[in-house]
Nanobody, 122 residues
Framework: QVQLVESGGGLVQSGGSLRLSCAAS????????MGWYRQAPGKQRELVAT???????NYADSVEGRFTISGDNAKNAVSLQMNSLEPEDTAVYYC????????????????WGQGTQVTVSS
């Protein structure tokens, strides 16, 4: 079984910064990609940023230029540096991983963390 654990959420004033971290553990052969999604009350979960093993990244238009995603292949981890935070960024942020758990069957599965709350006050 694979587990993703997020940390770093909290309360910050508008214009402030937070750094979210996520570490994957368990029966992991390799990780193809990891990323962050968020869900605000009354809204659907949306992509924030993703990164693949080769370091390529993908950002939502709403956060590009303010957020930076970084992967650490050796530690099976990913971080999200969030700068210039706005009240609109308030949401539960979820870590996501596309993980190969079995080299024999080449099984690839998607996993989610429990989420960490980010609240930005105006």
């Amino acid at each position: 079984q694979v587990q993703l654990v997020e940390s770093g959420g909290g309360l910050v004033q508008s214009g402030g910064s937070l750094r979210l971290s996520c570490a994957a553990s368990g029966s992991i052969f390799s990780i193809n990609a990891m990323g962050w999604y968020r869900q605000a009350p009354g809204k659907q979960r949306e992509l924030v940023a993703t990164t693949a093993r080769d370091g390529s990244t993908n950002y939502a238009d709403s956060v590009e230029g303010r957020f930076t995603i970084s992967g650490d292949n050796a530690k099976n981890a990913v971080s999200l540096q969030m700068n210039s935070l706005e009240p609109e960024d308030t949401a539960v942020y979820y870590c996501n991983g596309i993980i190969v758990v079995s080299p024999g069957s080449r099984t690839i599965s998607e996993y989610w963390g429990q989420g960490t709350q980010v609240t930005v006050s105006s």
